[in-house]
């Protein structure tokens, strides 16, 4: 049975030349704004983040902004682009983009039979979890997910 760690290493290799994406997390100061800085990097896969030495869960994707003030008709629309422009006050680029609300996923668990957020073992097959009903092959999906996104990556 092919692990689910393996599946993951040979991702890597195959992305290994595609850009990645910025990890943020929320950082709280006493004497500055809310900013959103910068944890990490990894590849977009779907509902999967892949990084260079982790596995997380897809959360709130946005692209950092400059804050200007304009006028807005829902509120959201206004707590989004205050979400843009913490990003861009904690350090990413115009447009940038950045993914906040991600989880670590515990591979090493589901290389062991058992699961991890969207990942589990389903018949014996590492498999991922990418909607309330659907389940696939975690190798298929990944395959899926590189030629859709990154086109020509490993090839």
Request: aromatic share 6%; hydrophobic share 45%.
């Amino acid at each position: 049975m092919t692990t689910a760690s393996a599946l993951f290493d040979a991702a890597r290799q195959r992305l290994a030349d595609a850009p990645k994406q910025g990890l943020g997390v929320a950082k709280v100061s006493r004497w500055r704004a809310l900013r959103i800085v910068r944890a990490g990097e990894a590849w977009h896969l779907g509902v999967l983040l892949l990084g260079d030495d982790g596995v997380y869960t897809t959360g709130e994707v946005l692209r950092a902004a400059e804050e200007v003030r304009r006028g807005y008709a829902a509120e959201s629309a206004r707590a989004r682009a205050d979400r843009r422009a913490q990003a861009r006050r904690g350090g990413f680029g115009e447009g940038e983009i950045v993914h906040v609300g991600w989880t670590a996923l515990d591979v090493a668990a589901v290389d062991a039979g058992g699961a991890s957020g969207p990942l589990l073992v389903a018949d014996g097959v590492p498999s991922v979890r990418w909607s309330a009903a659907g389940v696939m092959p975690l190798e298929v999906y990944l395959n899926e997910q590189i030629e859709l996104r990154y086109p020509g990556s490993g090839d």
